[in-house]
T-cell receptor
Framework: DVKVTQSSRYLVKRTGEKVFLECVQD?????MFWYRQDPGLGLRLIYF???????EKGDIPEGYSVSREKKERFSLILESASTNQTSMYLC??????????????FGPGTRLTVL | AQKITQTQPGMFVQEKEAVTLDCTYD???????LFWYKQPSSGEMIFLIY??????QNATEGRYSLNFQKARKSANLVISASQLGDSAMYFC??????????FGKGTRLHILP
């Protein structure tokens, strides 16, 4: 079974703090993704990575950065957290696409509140 | 540009009835894949079913089937004999040639006892 884990289910931080959200997958997947999910907006892609030390901006990268030093780990960093970054954050992984059928496998999510 | 539209923000259905969740998509690529995911209140996204653009038959997985109408760019999810455990958020999604998947805004389904 594919397993994607996220470091925290719930997190409360203060405005201006640096926040690290960690994601680890155990299936040797090349691709990893960070999304945020807000009511009425669905999932929006923040950043993704095709390989170690490689990153690509998604649709809403502003205010975020990422790090992928090892294949199994993909970190999302909020350099200076703001209240508008209060959200549910979902990490996902998938194998390198050899067709269109490969689904993404998701972690349980981290619900971040910035006060 | 790619786009996924789910027009039903919320639905209420009586237990044991069938339910159809609507999804329309837009892409200029002739080759694409369509996905449905379920998100219970626990938060984890669960993959349900996949339909490829060249698949001749509608996909089925247990109680889930995908009503694929290519000319209308429609990929509705049908859940037969709904159960209380089907209460969740449902997302339609599409991939059309790269490793990214784009998601609709979701439909929240409530199954009533």
């Amino acid at each position: 079974d594919v397993k994607v884990t996220q470091s925290s289910r719930y997190l409360v931080k203060r405005t201006g703090e640096k926040v690290f959200l960690e994601c680890v997958q155990d299936m040797d997947h090349e691709n990893m993704f960070w999304y945020r999910q807000d009511p009425g907006l669905g999932l929006r892609l923040i950043y993704f990575s095709y390989d170690v030390k490689m990153k690509e901006k998604g649709d809403i990268p502003e205010g975020y950065s990422v790090s992928r030093e090892k294949k199994e780990r993909f970190s999302l960093i909020l350099e200076s957290a703001s209240t508008n970054q209060t959200s549910m954050y979902l990490c996902a992984s998938s194998p390198l696409a050899r067709g269109l059928t490969d689904t993404q496998y998701f972690g349980p999510g981290t619900r971040l509140t910035v006060l | 540009a790619q786009k996924i539209t789910q027009t039903q923000p919320g639905m209420f259905v009586q237990e044991k009835e069938a339910v159809t969740l609507d999804c329309t998509y837009d892409t200029s690529d002739p080759s694409y894949g369509l996905f449905w995911y379920k998100q219970p209140s626990s938060g984890e996204m669960i993959f349900l079913i996949y339909q490829g653009s060249y698949d001749q038959q509608n996909a089925t997985e247990g109680r889930y089937s995908l009503n694929f109408q290519k000319a209308r760019k429609s990929a509705n999810l049908v859940i037969s004999a709904s159960q209380l455990g089907d209460s969740a958020m449902y997302f339609c999604a599409m991939r059309d040639g790269d490793d990214k998947i784009i998601f609709g805004k979701g439909t929240r389904l409530h199954i009533l006892p």
